[in-house]
């Protein structure tokens, strides 16, 4: 296997410091260029001012890439077509010489292969609207009940059904970990009327329970879900019919399977003009320095 350490997170992590990994794939397929590279560029630099490393992680022509560079990061917001990689084909992309950006589930997975606890990224993938029909649930949900990794998201996507959701990572015994409030966040908006399993008021807090699970051999990870600045929300009755028109337009133009998600998340930034990556940038922002905390609380309990 082909994997490459940027010198900075390599340093890092032999010297036992804090260390962040983010995915790839909201760069490829979730936000327009350039404001896709600008994101990835504040986000790496709000871990840095957190103490933390930042680790981008995406396949670059069969190499498993733990941190990237500046210019792979603007190649990468600029390519077309790239792959969107799940734990289905990360190895296959790998042993073929190709490129492809990670999603959650990938991240998580390069992640552990580098030895890297913490990710931040917006909001995890889920259970469709419509699963009960068209069985589309996405492996970032089976991902976090396997590999012990704690993912700071801003929720599930609100495209998503997040009751079915929540009710899936129940199932599958992954901690869902609301970070100051007794609801969980919706992406967009921080409510969602659904009740979290579990609270957070501090990222110890979320450490002692990932340092915890890893003492008692527990397989899996951690959804931490921090809810999107108030000042940058957009709020969930506003979203609402947007997100039915998207989810609408989708059907009628058989988008399926991978394609669902970009598609979704497009149509909204068009339909809010543009307010919707605004608010996504700023939860990312803001997952990224939970995150950054996080990774250093676990170094300090280990200590
Ligand atoms: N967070 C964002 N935007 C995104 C994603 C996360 O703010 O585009 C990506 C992640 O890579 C996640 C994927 O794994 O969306 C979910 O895709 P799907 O629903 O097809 O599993």
């Known amino acids: 296997m082909k994997m490459n350490m ?8 032999s010297e036992n410091r804090s260390v962040v990994a983010l995915e790839s794939t909201i760069i490829t397929h979730g936000m327009p260029y350039p404001q896709n590279v600008e994101t ?4 790496e630099n709000d871990i840095r001012a957190g103490n933390a490393v930042p680790a981008t992680i995406a396949v670059l022509e069969g190499t498993l890439c733990i941190g990237l560079g500046d210019a792979q990061l603007d190649a990468l917001g600029q390519a077309r077509g790239v792959a969107k990689l799940s734990r289905a084909d990360m190895a296959h992309c790998m042993a073929t010489g190709g490129t492809g950006a990670t999603t959650v589930a990938a991240t998580m997975i390069g992640a ?3 030895g890297i606890e913490v990710f931040a990224t917006g909001g995890i993938g889920g259970v469709h609207r419509g699963a009960e029909l068209s069985f589309d649930i996405s492996a970032d949900l089976q991902e976090l009940a396997k590999t012990p990794v704690s993912v700071v ?3 599930a996507k609100a495209i998503l059904d997040i009751p079915k959701t929540l009710e899936v990572l129940e199932t599958l015994g992954v901690p869902v970990i609301t970070m100051g409030q007794d609801e969980v966040p919706a992406f967009w908006s921080r409510r969602s009327g659904l009740a979290s399993p579990l609270r957070a008021d501090s990222a110890a807090q979320v450490a002692a329970a990932h340092v915890m699970r890893g003492k008692m051999g527990l397989e899996g990870g951690q959804l ?12 969930a009755e506003e979203l609402a019919p947007v997100i039915a028109e998207a989810i609408a337009a989708a ?7 991978k394609a669902v998600t ?3 998340l497009d149509r909204i930034f068009h339909a809010t003009g543009g307010r919707s990556l605004t608010a996504n940038i700023a939860l990312v922002r803001h997952n990224a320095r939970l995150a950054a905390e996080i990774a250093g609380e676990i170094i300090k309990i280990r200590a």
């Open 6 to 13: 940027s010198p900075e997170v390599s340093d890092a992590l």
């Open 40 to 43: 990835a560029r504040q986000v």
């Open 112 to 114: 552990r292969l580098a």
């Open 153 to 155: 998201a801003a929720g």
């Open 224 to 235: 931490v879900a921090n809810p999107i600045p108030a000042e940058a929300e957009i709020a």
């Open 251 to 257: 059907e009628a133009q058989g988008i399926a399977a």
């Open 262 to 264: 970009p598609f979704l």
